[in-house]
């Protein structure tokens, strides 16, 4: 136990003092500083993001990257954005969080064998990280995998997040891509694929509030 929080604390001071893209540490600090008229009495985070949550997690869940405005912020991932909304509220009713919401970083908002990470440390430019960008990112995303020795299933939000953990530790090109997939691998955890609950999937009807949920309580029910 002493190990792990010593790792785990080494990792993510390396995660947040990471200079590694030059467009993105001039992106999150341009932004943290002219800041958005609703959010300008507010101190931004401005640095990039480690993963948080239960150390001893059987739920990895792997997004994108922070958004601008929500975890570039806050200083915690999903939080303070809308698609933290959807994810918080889906881990709050399939008992995997204490409370259904998280709007700042010290609210409460405590993770019950869950996980929350991202392909990109820092919020990228239209949310479109570059190649290069994602590479630089994925040996933090592996050393977390390598720490969070009791994770049974991934779940993957969005197809960048599917490719960069497919290619980076599933290493298996016949993985297809679609919600609510659940891909059974040997000696492997469950990867579980996901569309990103972002307002271009929520708002268009592409994701619907039934499809995320189910896809939770079947993780859920794997776990029980």
């Given at each position: 136990m002493h190990t792990e929080k010593i790792n785990f604390?080494?990792?993510n001071k390396k995660i947040i003092t990471c200079q590694k893209c030059p467009r993105l540490v001039e992106y999150i600090?341009?932004?943290s500083t002219k800041k958005v008229r609703r959010f300008r009495d507010m101190d931004y985070w401005g640095k990039p993001l480690p993963g948080f949550g239960d150390q001893k997690a059987r739920l990895l869940i792997?997004?994108?990257a922070p958004a601008a405005h929500g975890g570039n912020r806050t200083g915690r991932m999903f939080t303070g954005d809308s698609s933290g909304q959807w994810l918080f509220r889906a881990l709050y009713e399939t008992g995997f969080a204490n409370k259904p919401d998280s709007f700042e970083k010290d609210d409460g908002l405590k993770l019950s064998s869950v996980y929350i990470s991202a392909v990109v440390r820092c919020a990228p430019p239209q949310n479109k990280p570059l190649k290069e960008e994602i590479r630089n990112c994925s040996e933090y995303?592996?050393?977390e995998i390598r720490l969070l020795n009791r994770v049974e299933i991934i779940l993957t939000l969005g197809r960048i997040a599917f490719d960069t953990i497919v290619r980076a530790f599933y290493k298996n090109n016949k993985l297809i891509f679609e919600h609510g997939g659940f891909n059974e691998i040997d000696n492997m955890p469950t990867l579980v694929t996901s569309y990103?609950?972002?307002?271009q999937n929520t708002q268009t009807g592409r994701l619907t509030w039934e499809m995320w949920i189910n896809t939770f309580k079947k993780i859920q029910e794997l776990l029980e």
């Open positions: 604390e080494a990792l600090s341009n932004i792997v997004g994108l995303l592996l050393e990103h609950p972002s307002k």
